[in-house]
RNA sequence: CGCGGGGUAGAGCAGUCUGGUAGCUCGUUUGGCUCAUAACCAAAAGGUCGUUGGUUCAAAUCCAACCCCCGCAACCA
């Protein structure tokens, strides 16, 4: 049994859950899904990002205490995933006091790669990053997203030096050892990396409190983003514990609005700790409302409880995975999903569960403990394993909808009238037979589902009483 | 001249590398069927393949120029 790795990029504490959070569990759940399925053993980790001065900022307007705060928030998260049916074995919270002093442990790892530097230029206290001449120069020394004039500021800091890994970093890019799907992120990566300076990774902790202190020099925090990345290993239990069983990760979900972080900053540090490097980063794109970002102040923000609420987890999961494009950004409308929901999963899947069901159970066909149903088709599996989840669910459908051809074409209620009973045994168990195979291939999709389908034909075959996709 | 992706039927996309009658899904129209969630199956209509020019017997596909959209850069996955 091989051991797999699989993670999902924990989302940061100062909002609530939205639908791009959910885009990256369910890509990560599917993919978990399905090396189970094959015969991993899979850890699967999920989680919650909170530490960060925007944060202790948050509980500070609320008037709370940040820990109750991040309490609160990071429940309001795990009942989230839950909706989902995300699949996780492995949970970590950045307040662990366990990622807390792991976190410390890789700082010390690290040392030979990290120095003190003396940090003097702009500084944004919106943004809460530092502003490059350049970019003080095209603003007019003005931040355009907070209408704050940038700061001077004059620190120290301590610096992850980059340069020490550039190169045996671009080779691993180039070369595929650790590959950035889709391609052309990875060509952006590749440009990035040639730009890129060393990396601020403390503050001060007069600007700072809310993180995990320097070891060894009180008056520094860490950067979150330090803090953030190592929860892929701490989780694991590194550096207390062995994880080579487990890492490199199998494969690593992100948005690709943090893939730089991802594909710089972390290999970086896992380079300098020793460790390999994670054998895929899949960037996904983001979701669209009509083509534009969704935002708070244009108000089309989908609430993804609501589209959940509406169909049910497995058709957001199903219109998700299937309708919006795994790498690049696609639209989320409601027209849309309604369609997917009425024509593929309701008159398609369905549908036909329905019909087989009933005409099976009427002229009383059984189904063993055939093995051959849960034979996943090689082209499935090499769309799979390239984590081409679209294309293979469209490859999917197509055998569902070749089902319903089939029942058409072969009229078995015509074979019934006629009482030709061997013919009509004989295509109906094939036909639900072939039907259970695709149910296999679905599970990772809509877990939920899959599961009701086998049992309804499992031993005596019972027709579901109430529509497993209902229409209103 | 920053780098990159893209403009193909009403919508969303494939086809472009390796030129040869323009394809898929949804929507629309019509026909068939009755096991089934007014579901299913079949057929039809619908396109100057961003613009202009070039190469070729032949261009969505190759070459050149131009126009437009988007990403890499905004709290956010």
């Given at each position: 049994m091989t051991k797999k790795y699989i993670t999902t990029a924990i989302p940061y504490m100062n909002g609530n859950p939205h639908i791009g959070h959910a885009m990256d569990y369910c890509l990560a759940d599917v993919c978990a899904r399905y090396l189970a399925l094959t015969g991993n053993e899979v850890r699967f980790q999920a989680g919650t990002d909170e530490h960060g001065s925007k944060i202790a900022q948050k509980a500070d307007e609320l008037g709370v205490e940040v820990q109750n705060f991040v309490d609160e928030k990071a429940k309001t998260f795990k009942d989230f995933i839950a909706k989902l049916n995300v699949s996780y074995t492995d949970y970590v919270r950045t307040t662990d006091e366990w990622h807390e002093r792991r976190v410390q442990e890789i700082w010390r790892k690290l040392k030979d790669h990290i120095y003190l530097a003396k940090y003097e230029g702009w500084y944004c206290t919106g943004c809460e990053r530092f502003i490059t001449d350049k970019e003080y120069a095209e603003n007019d020394g003005i931040?355009?997203?907070?209408l704050k004039p940038y700061e001077k500021l004059k620190e120290e800091n301590y610096y992850l030096r980059l340069s020490d890994f550039k190169d045996d970093l671009r080779k691993a890019i180039e070369s595929g050892e650790m590959l950035i799907l889709p391609d052309f992120r990875k060509k952006e990566i590749l440009k990035l990396l040639e730009e890129s300076?060393?990396?601020?990774?403390s503050r001060p902790v007069t600007q700072l409190k809310w993180g995990v202190p320097v070891p060894d020099d009180p008056s520094q925090v860490m950067y979150v983003w330090v803090d953030a990345l190592s929860n892929y290993i701490t989780v694991l239990g590194y550096p207390e514990e062995d994880i080579s069983d487990w890492w490199p990760a199998t494969a690593q979900f992100v948005g690709k609005d943090i893939l730089r972080f991802h594909a710089i900053i972390w290999p970086a540090m896992l380079l300098g700790m020793g460790l390999s490097l994670p054998k895929v980063l899949v960037s996904h794109g983001m979701v669209l409302a009509d083509g534009q970002k969704m935002s708070k102040s244009i108000g089309n923000v989908v609430d993804p409880n609501e589209v959940i609420d509406k169909h049910g987890i497995d058709a957001f999961r199903y219109y998700f995975l299937r309708h919006i494009d795994t790498f690049d950004d696609s639209d989320f409308t409601w027209t849309k999903f309604e369609d997917a929901y009425n024509?593929?999963?309701?008159?398609d899947l369905g549908n036909l569960v329905q019909r087989l069901a009933t005409l099976a159970a009427k002229n009383g066909i059984k189904i063993g403990?055939?093995?051959?149903?849960s034979k996943l088709s090689p082209e499935y599996c090499e769309l799979m394993d390239k984590f081409e989840f679209s294309k293979a669910f469209d490859y999917v459908w197509e055998k569902v909808q070749g089902l319903n051809k089939r029942i058409d074409d072969e009229k078995p209620w015509e074979l019934a009238k006629n009482g030709e009973t061997e013919k009509l045994e004989k295509c109906l168990t094939s036909l639900v037979l072939d039907l259970l195979q695709v149910n296999a291939e679905l599970s990772p999709l809509i877990p939920g589902t899959s599961e009701k389908i086998a049992s309804v034909f499992a031993g005596e075959i019972n027709p579901p009483k109430t529509p497993l996709f209902p229409k209103n």
């Open positions: 931040c355009p997203d907070h300076p060393d990396v601020s990774i024509n593929e999963l309701a008159n403990n055939d093995t051959n149903v």
